[in-house]
């Protein structure tokens, strides 16, 4: 077994078993290129062979591990183990001290191995899919951060199935970015939402990677949300939004539980 850094030519090996791993496919073929040029896609070895992969996504104060995918004739050998070990590696050398990954709920083998490598259970996030429609809506993108941070409760958002700190410098950012919207009521906001015009991995989907706040407020940005899709010809809306934000608007899906799991290095 050797892990090194991943090569354009294991690409084929590493596609041949990442074409059903879940119900609708895979998307490592997407994104496959770009993880490559950024250098933190991590390959592990057999007899020469490609046998799995995952990537180390390195930001500003932690790493976040993706696409962990093993060859099934090399699984409960410890590989996928092995592969995280190794970003975590990575990320310690650049002093950062903070891992996450994101764990469907009804995963119990890859919960499993996450425990017993030390991370616990950050927070449950819940994925709906909305469709774009016509909305009229009072929600607004936010020009300014007072008043906002008192409806974040969450320590991180979504951009993209990465989860990255919501933390104040990072809300400024996002609100010079017109990515957040916010509804008001009597000159105090009332609902929060980020969004993301486009998701990395699909370009037909708009995102919305965090939600919080009255519940009037949240169908409010609900709205605005389903009307930029529309006015941008997106085909769906994804919603990624912590379990315990109760979510009710016509037409929503929920789809599936997550686990954000995290670890201090």
Not at 177 to 183: A, C, D, F, N
Not at 240 to 260: A, P, W, Y
């Amino acid at each position: 077994m050797k892990i090194r850094q991943a090569k354009n030519n294991d690409k084929q090996q590493i596609l041949s078993f990442c074409k059903n791993t879940f119900r609708w496919g895979d998307y490592i073929d997407r994104v496959w290129d770009k993880w490559l040029a950024e250098k933190n896609l991590l390959a592990i070895e057999t007899n020469g062979n490609a046998v799995g992969i995952c990537n180390a996504a390195i930001s500003s104060n932690q790493v976040w591990i993706e696409g962990i995918r093993i060859n099934p004739d090399f699984r409960r050998k410890g590989y996928a183990s092995a592969l995280v070990m190794r970003a975590e590696m990575l990320a310690r050398r650049k002093n950062l001290r903070i891992s996450r990954m994101i764990i469907a709920k009804n995963n119990k083998r890859s919960l499993s191995m996450a425990k017993h490598l030390g991370y616990h259970i950050e927070d449950i996030w819940a994925l709906y899919n909305l469709l774009p429609k016509r909305k009229k809506t009072k929600a607004r993108i936010a020009s300014k951060s007072k008043g906002l941070e008192e409806l974040i409760q969450s320590d991180t958002f979504s951009e993209s199935w990465n989860w990255f700190s919501l933390e104040p410098r990072i809300l400024k950012k996002l609100i010079k970015q017109g990515r957040i919207i916010v509804y008001t009521k009597d000159k105090k906001p009332q609902a929060i939402g980020v969004w993301n015009n486009t998701s990395k991995l699909d370009d037909d989907v708009i995102q919305l990677g965090y939600l919080n706040g009255t519940y009037s407020g949240i169908r409010q940005i609900l709205y605005f949300i389903e009307n930029k899709a529309y006015e941008n010809a997106k085909n769906r809306i994804q919603i990624l939004v912590q379990d315990k934000i109760n979510l009710k608007v016509l037409g929503l899906e929920k789809r599936m539980l997550f686990c954000l799991v995290k670890k201090e290095l």
